[in-house]
């Protein structure tokens, strides 16, 4: 398994906290699974450079995008990377349309935007603004203008959180979806191992600031007694 | 009916909106860096931007005049340039916009801390340089807030007297703004013109105010 991307020896410190990672991630959707506060969203920002680490590497196949010893740190419009925060972020003044196309690069193929519009049924939505739009149009939106800007790695920080059970059940097929067609690695942040166990074959397991466990989602979750799953005890 | 001394509203209109002006792009710069970034002596520079909003507005002209006078600091330099800033409808603009300043810079920042952080770093994830950000996300939802503060400003200029007076002097046709004016007519026994002149005052105050609320009120909630 090659690592697409490589988090090396990472310390961040944020008042009390402290967050101290090593880890690979190879293509495909990635859980990164764990309480709040475990550092999931440090992480991301890291990922994506939003937030400048006091030591350490990251790469990404094979590109240095931060080290701490050559003070290299490619900021992130230059990354490539797709990052939906958990607030979403749309940007309330612009359109659907014009939020969809912000990231867009020149020359993009209309054949693949049209394809995210219509896997993510959100076609019929372009000329409204944000504020007119439901919880889960707004996710499918923030989750299609990252799309549009065909990152190499997208970061979901918490997709379903703030949603009602009916709507998360919606939306769970629409990732599924987005993780088939369009292959894009995926990082997903969340403290929910249903949705671990429906859309990520991989899971890093986040505590206080560090990585306690890793691998195959099959192998740490198991069934609960009621409908779901949950974290196998540690052997 | 007493006639009116239009010079003066002129004079005070004009340096007003041109005080204004000069302080937007330096005032929203300094608010932008306030609101979203850590720096040393953050703290102090605040405080001198706020000060002109509490010191005796006399003693902030008094210490224009030491810095702009022929003598002074900035002044001589300029003199030897053969520009001359004190008693000139300059000094009516520049006393205007120290005064004002805080008004931008205040409302700017709370506008541009409404904005937030999110939008801004995923319009960055998105490949949008430092620059398109500030002008495609930051300035349009924070737009209302600075230009609430830009009428604010604008009312406060109009309002000013004791920085002007002491920089720009109080000359009929040249210097003399409205509020100078009225001090005039009073001094004069010119009552009805000096009520003329309260009245005009008023109306731009309530206009102004009336304005920046409105302005503020119809932020996106």
């Known amino acids: 398994m090659s690592a697409f991307l490589e988090v090396r020896g ?84 612009l359109t659907v349309r014009a939020n969809l196309d ?6 993009d193929d209309e054949a693949f935007q049209a394809s995210v519009l219509e896997r993510l049924e959100i076609g019929a939505l372009l000329a409204q603004k944000p504020d007119a739009l439901s919880g889960g149009e707004k ?15 997208l970061l979901l920080d918490e997709p379903l959180t703030g949603l009602d059970a009916p709507l998360r059940e919606r939306i769970i097929p629409f990732l599924q979806r987005v993780r088939d067609e369009f292959r894009v ?51 | ?20 002006a000069l302080n937007l792009i330096p005032g929203v710069g300094l608010a932008w860096l306030l609101a979203r970034r850590q720096w040393p002596g953050k703290a102090v520079v605040e405080t001198i931007v706020t000060l002109p909003l509490v010191m ?19 002044g001589s330099w300029l003199h030897a340039a053969n520009i001359d800033i004190v008693f000139t409808w300059k000094a009516v603009v520049i006393a205007m916009a120290v005064m004002s300043f805080p008004f931008v810079v205040r409302n700017a920042r709370v506008a541009l801390e409404a904005v937030g952080a999110r939008v801004e770093q995923v319009a960055a994830t998105l490949g949008a340089s430092p620059w398109r950000v500030a002008w495609t996300v930051t300035l349009p939802l924070a737009r209302r807030g600075i230009v609430a503060g830009a009428v604010m400003a604008f009312a406060r200029a109009l ?33 009805e013109e000096a009520y003329g002149l309260m009245v005009i005052s008023i109306g731009f105050a309530f206009l102004a105010i009336l304005a920046s609320e409105m302005l503020l009120r119809e932020r996106r909630p």
């Open chain 2, 56 to 74: 005796p507005p006399v003693a902030t002209g008094l210490l224009l005049l030491e810095l702009l006078g022929r003598r002074g600091w900035l």
């Open chain 2, 1 to 20: 009916m007493a006639s009116l001394d239009w010079p003066a509203i002129f004079l005070s209109l004009g340096a007003a909106l041109l005080a204004v």
């Open chain 2, 159 to 191: 309002g000013e007297f004791g920085a002007t007076i002491l920089v720009a002097g109080n000359i009929p046709g040249s210097t003399t703004i409205i509020s100078t004016s009225i001090y005039n007519d009073i001094m004069l026994g010119h009552d």
């Open chain 1, 139 to 153: 996710q499918r939106v923030a989750l299609a203008r990252a799309l549009f800007a065909r990152p190499a790695l």
């Open chain 1, 10 to 93: 990472v310390i961040a410190r944020q008042d009390r906290f402290r967050l101290e990672i090593d880890a690979s991630f190879s293509d495909g959707w990635t859980a990164l699974f764990g309480p709040s506060g475990a550092g999931k969203t440090t992480l991301l920002e890291i990922i994506a450079g939003l937030r400048r680490p006091d030591a350490g590497r990251v790469l990404m196949n094979g590109r240095t995008l931060f080290d701490a010893a050559t003070k290299e740190n490619v900021p992130p419009q230059r990354r490539g990377i797709g990052y939906v925060p958990q607030d979403l972020a749309l940007f309330p003044h």
């Open chain 1, 185 to 235: 690695p995926t990082l997903y942040v969340t403290h929910s191992a249903d949705e671990v166990m429906a859309l990520c074959g991989r899971v890093l397991v986040l505590e206080a600031g560090r990585l306690v466990r890793e691998g195959a989602a099959q192998d740490l979750f198991i069934p609960r007694e009621s409908p779901g799953w949950r974290l196998r005890d540690s052997v």
């Open chain 1, 102 to 107: 912000y990231g867009r690069t020149a020359g």
